[in-house]
């Protein structure tokens, strides 16, 4: 006969699940088709998150990569994601005529607004954040090709070879770990101590907020499970713990054992309620 399991003692990480971010563009996606009827399509998917994209599929949301793909007739909505996009894209929109409804987040768009001042003034640009991601695509698109640096790494903020090392400036993606941002801004910050940048990181409240609460309750669980998706880098900042795991959520055991019997859940500000309930 198999022993029985201690009881499982589950601690809710607080805050999780969507920011206020990913709720208004999903709510950008949902009104226009309640006003408007299908189809709406949606450059790039408006969330991070399977079962959202999924569901707004099955009420008329077309999912496109570019501008390319959806057909120059239609008089269908076209809406811009949370993460932003370069000025490029909304240029493009126009040109064809198209309704466009911009989601962009309004803290990334602070992001925006920052390079774009410091570009107007005159200065070097780094942005500290990860290549490919589309709010990079974004913040990059936002400027002249050549104006912003992008900086990934510790490694890259020790090689930086500035023009001026009195006339930079750094934005900063705003999902990314605190803690590698932190290294990066004090890597930057020693070797160019003029270096203009906001009073903290532009990472976001949610983002921030969500990594503190992983923080605090890790040493206290035996195992914590972030539930996102496999590809988030947002994830894997919060996974970062030593108790974190990391796993799709079906190929989690429904009660992981664990030594004391405590776990804990912690999420991403792209899962939903759903995805946080299941697996309770
Ligand atoms: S994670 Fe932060 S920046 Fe991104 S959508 Fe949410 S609140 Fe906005």
Redesign the pocket.
């Known amino acids: 006969m198999s022993a029985k399991k201690p009881d499982l003692k589950i601690v809710l990480c607080s805050p999780r699940g969507f920011?206020?971010?990913?709720v208004r563009?999903i709510d950008t996606v949902e009104r226009a088709l309640t006003i408007y009827g299908a189809p709406v399509y949606v450059r790039h998917e408006i969330?991070h998150n399977k079962y959202v994209v999924d569901s707004l599929k099955t009420k008329g949301a077309i999912f496109v990569e570019e501008l390319s793909e959806i057909p120059d007739e239609t008089n269908a909505p076209v809406v811009f994601s949370?993460?932003g996009v370069p000025k490029s894209v909304p240029a493009e929109a126009k040109s064809r005529n198209f309704f466009s409804l911009d989601a962009t987040?309004?803290?990334?768009t602070k992001v925006h607004r920052e390079a774009a001042i410091h570009f107007k003034r005159g200065r070097e640009i780094l942005l500290i954040g990860h290549s490919h991601h589309p709010?990079v695509v974004g913040t990059l698109g936002q400027l002249p090709e050549g104006a912003v640096t992008l900086i990934e790494t510790a490694e890259d903020a020790k090689t930086f070879m500035p023009k001026d090392p009195d006339n930079l400036a750094f934005v900063t993606q705003?999902?990314l770990s605190i803690d590698d941002t932190a290294e990066i801004v004090a890597l930057l910050k020693e070797r160019f101590p003029n270096v203009n940048g906001p009073h903290k990181e532009d990472i976001?409240?949610?983002?921030t907020n969500r990594q503190l609460a992983v923080k605090k309750v890790a040493p206290v669980v035996d195992a914590l499970i972030v539930v996102a998706r496999r590809t988030r880098r947002?994830r894997s900042a919060c996974a970062r713990s030593p108790s974190a795991r990391a796993a799709p959520l079906r190929s989690l055991p429904s009660a992981p054992a664990t030594s004391t019997g405590r776990g804990s859940k912690a999420s991403g500000?792209?899962a939903s309620p759903r995805a946080l309930r299941r697996r309770k």
Do not use: D, N, Q, R
Request: charged share 5%.
């Open positions: 920011c206020a971010g990913v563009a969330v949370a993460h987040c309004p803290l990334v709010e705003t999902t976001c409240y949610a983002t947002t500000a792209s």
